[in-house]
């Protein structure tokens, strides 16, 4: 069974921010490997202008694009700090947070921040250890990296590989980080078709992975169709290096949305992009390509869908997933050219290259997903800047109004309201102007999460910003303590 209690939530007042540890970088293993653009990624709102004093910038008037990486904000928002990206051209990805840690995934390993005092973070180590995309989660004092590019061995000195060599590998790697200054690589899990993102189920015993992984194209011979279910490892809590695949449970045994000719423009399903569960109320939903489901995750190694939906008019791949506090609706991202295209912007309109609001009615095996109403950001972006729906997390307000925290890669970091699922809008913005004016780039916010009284976004090249929301709507959360995150599972909030 799943335990009720996974995540430590409690409501306090703000105390002052711990002081922060001193700098101490620490490297590991051999030097990085050249990154590559991950194909499944990489492929109300308007004040007029104003200075802001306190944190830079200002707000943007109504149509206006910023100028070259001008930073720009919603006068609620404010720009606390940024640590820049510590290597030139390397591809910051995904975040997760335990006590006063912040821990930052990157296409060359992941770093560790000490953010108890948010105002100034401190890099405690950074591990070089190669491979796309290098998601992380964390628990107790385990790390757990995903890699989704060809690997010649499961090594950190491993170097990239055709995917056709046998000896390639992907998959899990597993890390104790109870020495925060020197984390050991302690375990690795191959999976079929690699790990392209992974979601932690705790139960009391042991921790689960559903490791999610797809074939983009029929280019990429290592993940071939049929690949309609993910891996399930299982992580012994007292024994973390036996560690293995357990179950690979088949989620869509009549193939998936078939795609293209049959729903052009629309991916076909073979494999899930992300998860996330919800396990105070042994839920899951899925973003898989081509479908949304909603399933049952009561039996952790026996996953077992209650609902699927498809959007084959506006929803081109089905990429991340967000519950809300009563777990009566999840947003569902639209991946729209693989976070590698301009699409925000006239051309692609409010509807494609967005969120897709559903809310979950009937009770148990007759709970389904009923569409209510797309969400974009109503700021337009240039030509030359990668703009879609991306990671985020739910602020924890309460009081039954729903509110989250998105990236938009050069779209920037917006804070919703999504409390009426028909009629969604923006309370909140940053972002900064393009990186490029000439030709189009690649960067902005990854991943933006709120925890503890701030926003986190790793930027795909400027680094770690920290932001502070300072909004009626929000300042409730503020009272929520949390002593771990890993967005994708979902916390009860008290």
Same mark, same amino acid.
């Given at each position: ?56 910038? %200002? ?13 720009? #904000? ?10 820049? $990206? ?67 061995? /499961?090594?950190?000195? $491993? ?53 999610? $992984?797809?074939?983009? $194209? ?85 996953? %077992?869908?209650? /609902? ?56 148990? /095996? ?23 729906? #991306? ?40 972002? %900064?102007?393009?990186?490029?004016? /000439? ?41 929520? %303590? ?11 909030? #008290?």
């Amino acid at each position: 069974m799943i335990s009720k209690h996974t995540v430590r939530v409690r409501r306090r007042s703000l105390g002052a921010a711990v002081a922060a540890a001193g700098l101490l970088t620490t490297l590991f293993a051999a030097g990085p490997a050249a990154a590559t653009p991950d194909p499944g990624d990489l492929s109300p709102g308007v004040s007029r202008p104003e200075a802001d004093p306190e944190a830079g910038g %200002r707000a943007l008037a109504p149509g206006e694009i910023p100028g070259q990486d001008e930073i720009v #904000h919603s006068a609620n928002v404010k720009h606390v700090t940024n640590i820049p $990206s510590t290597y030139a051209g390397v591809i910051n990805t995904d975040l997760a947070f335990q006590g006063k840690y912040a821990y930052a995934g990157n296409y060359n390993g992941f770093t560790i921040y000490d953010i108890g005092n948010p105002k100034a973070p401190k890099t405690v180590s950074q591990v070089l250890c190669p491979g796309g995309q290098n998601d992380v989660s964390v628990q107790g004092d385990l790390l757990f990296l995903s890699t989704d590019s060809s690997r010649s061995d /499961d090594s950190c000195n $491993s170097v990239s590989q055709p995917a056709t060599e046998k000896s390639s590998w992907e998959g899990i790697k597993i890390f104790d980080i109870k020495d925060k200054k020197n984390p050991k690589y302690i375990k690795s899990v191959e999976t079929n078709c690699g790990s392209h993102t992974h979601t932690l189920v705790p139960g009391e015993r042991d921790l689960y992975l559903y490791v999610s $992984s797809y074939s983009p $194209s029929e280019a990429f011979p290592d993940c071939q169709p049929p690949h309609d279910g993910i891996s399930v490892i299982k992580v012994p809590k007292k024994n973390p290096t036996q560690a293995a695949v357990v179950a690979f449970p088949v989620l869509f045994p009549d193939g998936g949305n078939p795609g293209a000719p049959a729903n052009p423009g629309v991916s076909k399903t073979t494999g899930c992009h992300d998860i996330t569960v919800l396990p105070s109320k042994k839920l899951a939903a899925g973003a898989c390509m081509g479908d949304g489901i909603l399933f049952d995750i009561s039996k952790p190694e026996q996953p %077992r869908v209650i /609902d699927r939906v498809q959007d084959n008019v506006n929803f081109a791949f089905w990429h991340s997933a967000t519950f809300n506090e009563k777990a009566d609706k999840v947003v569902f991202t639209d991946e729209l050219g693989g976070g590698g295209g301009a699409t925000c912007n006239e051309a692609t309109g409010p509807n494609r290259g967005a969120d897709g609001i559903y809310d979950i009615t009937g009770r148990g /095996d007759q709970r389904k997903l009923v569409f209510r109403s797309y969400f974009k950001i109503p700021r337009p972006q240039a030509d030359t800047e990668n703009c879609v729906a #991306h990671n985020g997390s739910l602020i924890p307000v309460g009081g039954g109004r729903d509110i989250m925290v998105q990236s938009w890669y050069q779209g920037g970091v917006s804070v919703w309201d999504f409390t009426d699922s028909a009629r969604p809008k923006e309370i909140g913005y940053f972002e %900064r102007g393009p990186l490029t004016t /000439d030709q189009l780039g690649l960067g902005g916010s990854w991943s933006a999460y709120y925890y503890n009284g701030y926003v986190y976004s790793n930027d795909i090249a400027k680094g770690l910003d920290v932001l502070r929301i300072d909004d009626w709507r929000t300042e409730s959360a503020k009272w929520v %303590r949390m002593d771990r995150l890993n967005v994708q599972s979902q916390p009860e909030y #008290h």
